[in-house]
C-alpha cells in the first residue's frame, strides 16, 4: 500500500463478544491515527452500532480499493459468515467466523492491500470447536505467514515485555527457557523496538528463578542458558542486560532503565502488565505485538469479555492503542 496514511484491516473478533462494540466506539478516533478497514460480518456490526447508540452507518466493500474513509460509515469487508447472533455465547460458527476474518487479513496483509492488522479478541474456547489447534492469534498468524522465530510483546504506558514462551503449562516452560530460545527473543526483542522507532535499545532480560537464582543457590538456569543468550546477543551488538531478578527488573524497565524485557514464561511478564492495565480498576488498556512476522499485527490486550457483551459499556481504549501502534509500525516499514 502506498498512502499518506497506512491502512490497517481490523478484524471483528468473536461475533458473541465485545469486538464489535469497541470497534464502533473506537472507529472516528481510529481515523486521527490512519485508515481502518474492518474484516467482519456488516450485520454484526450494524447490531453493535445500536448497543452503542451511534449514528454511523455500515459500508459493505468488496475489497479494500473500494473503500472510502469518513466520519459517517465504517466500511467493512463483508464476509457474511454469523447468522443469530447469541452475545456472550460460545458456539462453533462464532468461532469459525473469528478465525475467517484473521485468515482474510493475513491474506490482505500478504498481498500488500493493507499495511498490517489489528485484531480485536477471539474466544479459544470457540475457536477449538471450529477445529483450531493454535491457542490463540499468535500461532495461527506464525502458521499462515510460516514464520519459525516469533514472540509476543505486551505495551502498557511505558513497560513493554517480551516472551520466550506464553500458552503452556509452567513445567514445559522452564524447559523452554534454553540458549537458543531465549537468544532468539531478545534478537527479535532488539529488532521490534528498532521498528516501534527506539534508537539503540537496551534489553533487560529477567532470570527463571527467584532472585536470578541468586549465584546458583536457587538453580541454574541463569548460569547454563540465560546468560550464554545475554553473552551472543551482546557479541552481535545488542545492548542486553541480564539475567536480572524478575521481582525488580519490571519496576526498573517502568522506571526507564530498560526499554523492554524479556519474559521467561507466560505469567512472569503478564502480571506485571494486567498490574498496570487494571490499575484504573478495568482491564481496557494495553498491547499485544506480535513479533517477527513478515506482517504488521497487533491486538487488543483483553478478551471477549462475554459478561459485558450487548450492554454498550466495554471500553475502547485498549483498541484505540493497539491500532496506533500498528500504524506506527507499518510506517516505520515503510521508511525501510
Not at 525488580?248 to 526499554?259: I, N, Q
Amino acid at each position: 500500500m502506498s498512502s499518506s496514511q497506512p491502512t490497517i484491516g481490523v478484524t471483528m473478533g468473536d461475533p458473541a463478544g465485545i469486538g464489535p462494540e469497541v470497534i464502533v466506539k473506537a472507529y472516528r478516533r481510529l481515523l486521527d491515527l490512519g485508515r481502518p478497514i474492518v474484516v467482519g460480518d456488516a450485520d454484526v456490526l450494524a447490531a453493535a452500532t445500536t448497543v452503542c447508540d451511534s449514528d454511523l452507518s455500515i459500508r459493505r466493500v468488496e475489497a479494500v480499493a473500494d473503500a472510502t474513509f469518513d466520519h459517517d460509515a465504517i466500511p467493512v469487508l463483508d464476509l457474511d459468515n454469523v447468522g443469530t447472533l447469541a452475545r456472550g455465547e460460545v458456539r462453533e460458527e462464532y468461532g469459525a467466523a473469528s478465525l475467517g476474518y484473521v485468515e482474510r487479513a493475513i491474506e490482505l496483509a500478504q498481498a500488500g492491500e493493507i499495511d498490517g492488522l489489528t485484531t480485536a479478541p477471539i474466544n479459544k474456547q470457540a475457536t477449538k470447536l471450529a477445529g483450531s489447534t493454535h491457542a490463540g492469534h499468535t500461532g495461527m498468524l506464525a502458521d499462515r505467514t510460516d514464520t519459525d522465530e516469533y514472540a509476543m510483546m505486551l505495551i502498557e504506558s511505558d513497560l513493554r515485555v517480551t516472551h520466550v514462551s506464553t500458552h503452556v503449562p509452567l513445567r514445559e516452560a522452564c524447559e523452554l527457557v534454553t540458549t537458543e530460545s531465549v537468544h532468539s527473543t531478545i534478537r527479535l526483542t532488539a529488532e521490534a523496538l528498532s521498528n516501534l522507532g527506539i534508537d539503540r535499545p537496551t534489553v533487560g532480560v529477567a532470570g527463571l528463578n527467584p532472585h536470578a537464582s541468586d549465584g546458583g543457590l536457587l538453580g541454574d538456569a541463569e548460569a547454563t542458558e540465560i546468560e550464554p543468550a545475554v553473552e551472543r546477543a551482546r557479541g552481535e551488538g545488542i545492548d542486553a542486560v541480564g539475567p536480572e531478578s524478575p521481582d525488580t527488573v519490571y519496576v526498573r524497565a517502568a522506571r526507564g532503565e530498560f526499554d523492554c524485557v524479556v519474559s521467561m514464561y507466560h505469567d512472569q511478564g503478564h502480571i506485571p502488565i494486567k498490574m498496570l492495565g487494571f490499575s484504573s480498576g478495568e482491564a481496557v488498556s494495553g498491547v499485544n505485538v506480535t513479533i517477527g512476522l513478515p506482517i504488521v499485527r497487533t491486538s487488543v490486550d483483553h478478551g471477549t469479555a462475554f459478561d459485558i457483551a450487548g450492554t454498550g459499556v466495554a471500553s475502547e481504549r485498549s483498541l484505540l492503542d493497539a491500532f496506533g501502534v500498528a500504524v506506527d509500525m507499518a510506517r516505520a516499514r515503510t521508511a525501510e
